[in-house]
């Protein structure tokens, strides 16, 4: 989704963001400090039952005959040297699950192994969101203990991380007519200022839909989340597991919560981190979106203006709205070395600024370049053309968003949706959003049924995370996926706005510490009417301070 598409910082949904070094990171915080750092509702129920047993040589043997694991290569083509240290293998999955014995997709998988095998806890599935977003570099994020995770809780865990099909190195992988999102220039205006100017994005849209159905025909009718979630169960099987956990960002919650409603009794642990609203998917979720991600554009105008003596943008939120509103409109007047026009800004700097603020203080500096000194090298050295990993992530993501659920096919209700926000206000993301998911109009797929979303018998306890602010997947969302699985604990970070607050960039403590519990031991807050849990956001960075400087950079938002 973002909507437009969930996704973290190397599954960008993003069209044009450049890989940066992640974000300096806090000092690990061990598992009993939550309450110094602002946990409330602090007595604890335990959960979930015994620990599972280390597989059996006899199961690793008949694992090792459907997963052959090697050494990851140190020069992979989609990751590069991200994948060093694990282990690689492909697991043969059903095309279509309605006939298993038919043709069949790889599903390209890693594993970084438990060290703890004695408090072995089994392994741990991990999608960090989009749909569209890799996965295979997942397990060094969590048996990193700079990130977040204490070792002794990470090293009981065999953690997997894979690409879901479509994705990357899964066979086939899919890219659709890249002139749709990177025509090698500045594409024209998401704002129509006509009906010729919409029934122009329209007919673009209507290309990359019917390109997608030449190539893939017989393959896009099976890529939807559910059956995502039958892999998920396949790669179980195969490493001789009765139960997995999981752990999923953004549309990975949206994931998580179908693998939890048709497969309860496997499932020991499960963490959602920034959870999509299983009432609203997949149209409502990008009108809800438009109106959180420009409330959170207009809080980093408002912290701008703290700082216009660095800046020099304007004392008021309204002020430096203005400006920016103003660099938008020369960038369209003129697009900076013909790349980056009003468009590519919307895509730059909504979908970074409008999910996250650890990026604010670089972006802040390359909009006050720009138009203040009329010095375009910040934003270019941010700025990159979408590459053949970001075209691949936008097919999977139209293949699955369009595939699980029907959207309207008549314009005339996105005109009305989507241009009655805008005239309302609501305009850093709002005509963005619309054309990032045009294509669902003319998709060459049947459109739902919709999963089936909710607790069944045998499911066990479940840790939601989320914050007040966030722009992909908005507060309701959360409470609404809480209702629907009354096992559930939700932690709520009170005033946050980022998107994905644990195990990340953004490095919560108290957060992590919850997380950490529950991965070692199984204990969830106890539940309490409402939200179970809060803490408190970390702070928005201050450009005052080095240190701000130095972790600012330029990742994609966990979608």
């Given at each position: 989704m973002p909507q437009a598409g969930l996704t973290d910082e190397s599954g960008r949904k993003r069209r044009g963001i450049r890989m940066g070094e992640e974000s300096r990171v806090r000092k690990l915080v061990l598992i009993t400090a939550a309450v110094s750092v602002g946990l409330t509702g602090t007595a604890v129920a335990a959960t979930t039952g015994s620990s599972p047993a280390a597989p059996s040589r006899q199961a690793e043997q008949v694992s090792a005959g459907r997963i052959a694991w090697t050494p990851c290569p140190e020069n992979d083509r989609w990751q590069g040297a991200a994948l060093k240290g694990l282990e690689c293998g492909t697991l043969s999955v059903p095309l279509d699950y309605r006939r298993p014995r038919g043709k069949k997709l790889k599903v390209a998988l890693t594993r970084a192994r438990a060290t703890d095998t004695k408090n072995y806890q089994?392994?741990?599935?991990?999608?960090r969101g989009g749909p569209g977003g890799a996965g295979r570099d997942l397990p060094l994020r969590f048996t990193n203990p700079?990130?977040?995770?204490?070792?002794?809780?990470?090293?009981?865990?065999?953690?997997?991380?894979?690409?879901?099909?479509?994705?990357?190195?899964?066979?086939?992988?899919?890219?659709?007519?890249?002139?749709?999102?990177?025509?090698?220039?500045?594409?024209?205006?998401?704002?129509?200022?006509?009906?010729?100017?919409?029934r122009a994005w329209l007919r673009k849209a209507r290309k990359y839909a019917a390109d997608c159905g030449r190539k893939y025909g017989g393959y896009l009718p099976h890529i939807k989340t559910e059956n995502v979630a039958r892999d998920m169960d396949e790669i179980r099987k195969a490493l001789g597991q009765k139960k997995t956990s999981y752990f999923g960002y953004s549309y990975g919650t949206f994931l998580g919560q179908v693998y939890a409603s048709m497969f309860p009794r496997h499932l020991r642990r499960i963490v959602l981190d920034s959870v999509v609203n299983p009432a609203r998917f997949w149209y409502g979720t990008q009108l809800d979106q438009n109106v959180a991600v420009d409330k959170n554009m207009k809080r980093f105008f408002a912290w701008i203006a703290k700082y216009d003596s660095i800046y020099h943008l304007g004392?008021?939120?309204?002020?430096?709205?203005?400006?920016?509103?103003?660099?938008?409109?020369?960038?369209?007047?003129k697009?900076?070395?013909?790349?980056?026009?009003?468009?590519?800004?919307?895509?730059?700097?909504?979908?970074s600024d409008g999910y996250r603020n650890y990026t604010w203080v670089a972006h802040a500096k390359a909009i006050s370049d720009y138009v203040v000194k009329n010095d375009p090298k910040a934003l270019l050295e941010l700025w990159g053309p979408l590459d053949e990993a970001g075209q691949n992530f936008f097919a999977v993501y139209s293949a699955v968003q369009c595939r699980d659920a029907a959207w309207p096919k008549n314009w005339k209700t996105w005109r009305k949706d989507f241009g009655g926000q805008h005239k309302r206000g609501i305009r850093a993301?709002?005509?963005?959003?619309?054309?990032?998911?045009?294509?669902?109009?003319?998709?060459?797929?049947?459109?739902?049924?919709?999963?089936?979303?909710?607790?069944?018998?045998?499911?066990?306890?479940?840790?939601?995370?989320?914050?007040?602010?966030?722009?992909?997947?908005?507060?309701?969302?959360?409470?609404?996926?809480?209702?629907?699985?009354?096992?559930?604990?939700?932690?709520?970070?009170?005033?946050?706005?980022?998107?994905?607050?644990?195990?990340?960039?953004?490095?919560?403590?108290?957060?992590?510490?919850?997380?950490?519990?529950?991965?070692?031991?199984?204990?969830?807050?106890?539940?309490?009417?409402?939200?179970?849990?809060?803490?408190?956001p970390n702070p928005h960075p201050d450009p005052t301070k080095p240190a701000a400087a130095a972790a600012a950079v330029s990742e994609a938002p966990i979608r």
């Open positions: 089994g392994i741990v599935l991990l999608n700079a990130r977040g995770l204490p070792k002794e809780v990470s090293a009981k865990y065999d953690w997997i991380g894979f690409d879901p099909r479509g994705v990357q190195a899964t066979e086939p992988s899919i890219v659709c007519d890249p002139s749709f999102q990177w025509p090698g220039k500045a594409r024209a205006d998401f704002v129509p200022a006509s009906q010729r100017d919409e004392t008021t939120q309204r002020a430096v709205e203005r400006k920016y509103y103003q660099g938008r409109a020369k960038a369209k007047a697009p900076i070395n013909g790349l980056i026009g009003p468009s590519e800004w919307d895509d730059f700097f909504a979908n993301f709002t005509w963005y959003n619309a054309w990032f998911n045009a294509q669902c109009i003319f998709w060459p797929t049947q459109q739902g049924p919709k999963p089936k979303i909710g607790a069944t018998k045998g499911l066990a306890g479940m840790l939601m995370l989320q914050s007040t602010h966030d722009g992909a997947t908005p507060f309701p969302g959360a409470v609404e996926a809480h209702r629907r699985f009354p096992a559930s604990r939700l932690v709520h970070e009170v005033g946050g706005m980022n998107h994905g607050i644990s195990i990340s960039p953004n490095n919560n403590a108290c957060i992590n510490a919850i997380v950490a519990r529950y991965l070692n031991d199984g204990t969830l807050p106890a539940s309490r009417r409402g939200v179970d849990a809060t803490c408190r």
